[in-house]
């Protein structure tokens, strides 16, 4: 099926008919969306064929992170295990996002950060997160988007009380031990 697909898959020419203008997709969804779609949708350096129902899973995405943002900390009880899993995935995704933007792995960063959202996502819903935990958790995922999706990240930075430019702000530094499992299962 591999070996099909890739037969079907024909590369973009005025002559085919076949060419997308990235402006109309611009004026639809924003630079942002499409820019995270590019470097979402396939692998940076092999291209694939451009799909048009693709883009609405970083739409989602960046609105999912938008509203998170807006949404301000969470409220209720703070629960130590819930500020601990939240902290360690932050410093997982830093490591992560790391490694793949100097791996030209753009898609593997995107998806490490599509799981901080969700991640997030669930502390906003089930509360139990700290509210300083909260902004420092806002504050990398807003860093390390800052290459992939400039503008939104940008707007949000500012929203959220960040100095001058998120692109002026240092790059979130990784820590092992926060970022270690508490449990390990041995076979």
Do not use: C
């Given at each position: 099926s591999q070996l099909r697909h890739h037969l079907e898959v024909q590369r973009m020419s005025k002559s085919k008919g076949n060419v997308v203008n990235p402006d109309d997709w611009v004026s639809r969804h924003g630079a942002d969306a499409v820019r995270a779609y590019l470097m979402f949708g396939f692998d940076?350096?092999?291209?694939?064929?451009?799909?048009?129902?693709?883009?609405?899973?970083?739409?989602?995405?960046?609105?999912?992170?938008?509203?998170?943002?807006?949404?301000g900390p969470p409220e209720g009880p703070v629960e130590d295990s819930v500020t601990r899993q939240i902290e360690r995935r932050v410093h997982q995704t830093i490591d992560r996002v790391h490694q793949s933007i100097e791996d030209f792995s753009f898609n593997t960063?995107?998806?490490?950060?599509?799981?901080?959202?969700?991640?997030?996502?669930?502390?906003?819903r089930d509360g139990g997160l700290d509210a300083d935990a909260w902004r420092s958790a806002i504050s990398v995922m807003l860093r390390l988007m800052a290459p992939i999706t400039p503008h939104?990240?940008?707007?949000?930075?500012?929203?959220?009380?960040?100095?001058?430019?998120?692109?002026?702000?240092?790059?979130?530094?990784?820590?092992?031990?926060?970022?270690?499992?508490?449990?390990?299962?041995?076979?």
């Amino acid at each position: 099926s591999q070996l099909r697909h890739h037969l079907e898959v024909q590369r973009m020419s005025k002559s085919k008919g076949n060419v997308v203008n990235p402006d109309d997709w611009v004026s639809r969804h924003g630079a942002d969306a499409v820019r995270a779609y590019l470097m979402f949708g396939f692998d940076w350096q092999k291209g694939g064929p451009w799909d048009s129902s693709g883009i609405q899973g970083v739409v989602r995405w960046l609105q999912d992170v938008w509203e998170i943002v807006d949404g301000g900390p969470p409220e209720g009880p703070v629960e130590d295990s819930v500020t601990r899993q939240i902290e360690r995935r932050v410093h997982q995704t830093i490591d992560r996002v790391h490694q793949s933007i100097e791996d030209f792995s753009f898609n593997t960063a995107i998806a490490a950060l599509m799981a901080l959202r969700n991640d997030l996502r669930g502390a906003a819903r089930d509360g139990g997160l700290d509210a300083d935990a909260w902004r420092s958790a806002i504050s990398v995922m807003l860093r390390l988007m800052a290459p992939i999706t400039p503008h939104i990240a940008e707007e949000l930075w500012e929203r959220t009380g960040g100095d001058y430019s998120i692109h002026d702000a240092a790059w979130p530094e990784y820590d092992a031990d926060k970022a270690a499992e508490e449990t390990v299962t041995l076979v």
